[in-house]
């Protein structure tokens, strides 16, 4: 159970193109998703947390107009990477959470997104 | 504010105990997580301990956790090399807090 689906997981683009990441939860409602981003050899930064139905809240740093979040259902949210340049290529993984905060975090498999 | 630390580096030797070490800050954190990492992949939800709870065991794995010392521990019994990762400790703030703070992660290398 808990399972998280992140596609796609690599994508390839040029500078100033804006690149959709969607996140499902497959077999429960997540509540709550998170999306974070990890550069090589470093740990997880958390960019923003989405409650289905709200706006996203976003980290200190983060460009909420760079970085879309759009959390539509209980199953679904949706990063978009508008306008990206080389500086946004990283790997950007997104998690869910069913109930309240007790709940553990579940991740989707990541997005290797490079911009050329 | 709050801090997790890890070790970045753990070598054994297939068949032995992998113990990998970690510390934290807050003393009002109610959850602590152990994720593992395989390359190129998303992280995957290995166990977790509640703060009132000093070990959890779980088939190969053992959580240690020593509340007074901000010291949480993840022992991997007979560790195969399959179990090559890294592995992030995180931790989870008071009762309704949102965000998981997570360590640098320790990679752990399996050699035969």
């Known amino acids: 159970g808990a399972v998280v689906s992140q596609h796609p997981s690599r994508v390839i683009c040029k500078s100033g193109t804006s690149v959709k990441i969607e996140c499902r939860s497959l077999?429960?409602?997540?509540?709550?998703m998170f999306w974070y981003r990890q550069f090589p050899k470093q740990s997880l930064m958390l960019m923003a947390t989405?409650?289905?139905?709200?706006?996203?809240?976003?980290e200190q740093g983060v460009e909420k107009d760079k970085f879309l979040i759009n959390h539509a259902s209980l199953t679904l949210s949706t990063l978009t990477v508008t306008s990206a340049h080389p500086e946004d290529s990283s790997f950007y993984i997104c998690?869910?959470?069913?109930?309240?905060?007790?709940?553990?975090?579940?991740f989707g498999d990541g997005t290797r997104l490079s911009i050329l | 504010g709050e801090d997790v630390e890890q070790s970045l580096f753990l070598s054994v030797r297939e068949g032995d105990s992998s113990v990998i070490n970690c510390t934290y800050t807050?003393?009002?954190?109610?959850?602590l997580y152990w994720y593992k990492q395989e390359p190129g992949a998303g992280l995957q939800l290995l166990t977790y301990?509640?703060?009132?709870?000093d070990m959890k065991q779980d088939q190969r794995l053992t959580v240690l956790l020593n509340k007074k010392d901000k010291h949480l521990s993840l022992r991997i019994a007979d560790t195969q090399t399959g179990d090559s990762a890294i592995y992030f400790c995180?931790?989870?703030?008071?009762?309704?807090?949102?965000?998981?703070?997570f360590g640098a992660g320790t990679r752990l290398a399996v050699h035969p």
């Open positions: 989405s409650n289905e139905g709200s706006k996203a809240t976003y």
């Open positions: 998690s869910a959470r069913t109930g309240d905060s007790n709940q553990p975090q579940h």
């Open positions: 807050d003393s009002s954190s109610t959850y």
């Open positions: 301990i509640f703060s009132n709870m």
């Open positions: 995180a931790e989870r703030g008071p009762s309704g807090y949102n965000k998981l703070i």
């Open positions: 077999d429960f409602q997540a509540t709550t």
